[in-house]
């Protein structure tokens, strides 16, 4: 004879002892666990305790980004004809750009390219790894 109704029929009578209906059912009944719903029902409370848990912060890189200008850039920066890179947060000069004016800077690293623009100005580059080509 087949049964009419399912024989596993847990929590469905009136209140089983746990309070109400909807009580006893893990941390649903609370809206969720953690900062679960803290995009949907549970935002006014991450408005008023923690504004900063959501959001980009930053980014911190592994190793340090290695700043670079241009030839034709260093007419702003030079002061009586000499330019230290590094003052400026600068490791590494390139070619784009021209320069009207003899410089010397000093730079840890210098394009080819660079080198030559400025030299063809009557300027010079001190302490540069110059990259072969």
């Not at 900062?35 to 504004?51: D, I, M, P, Q």
């Amino acid at each position: 004879m087949k049964r009419r109704t399912k024989k596993v029929h847990k929590m469905r009578g009136y209140r089983r002892g746990y309070g109400s209906k909807k009580k006893h059912r893990g941390k649903g009944s609370k809206g969720g666990k953690g900062w679960g719903g803290s995009t949907k029902h549970n935002r006014s409370y991450v408005y008023s305790y923690a504004r900063d848990h959501f959001g980009h912060t930053g980014f911190h890189p592994l190793g340090r980004k290695v700043m670079a200008i241009n030839v034709g850039e260093l007419q702003k920066l030079a002061s009586n004809g000499t330019v230290h890179l590094a003052e400026f947060g600068y490791g590494r000069l390139l070619s784009r750009g021209t320069v009207a004016v003899s410089l010397t800077v000093h730079v840890a690293y210098c394009s080819p390219k660079a080198k030559e623009k400025i030299e063809k100005a009557g300027g010079k580059v001190v302490s540069a790894e110059v990259a072969a080509q």
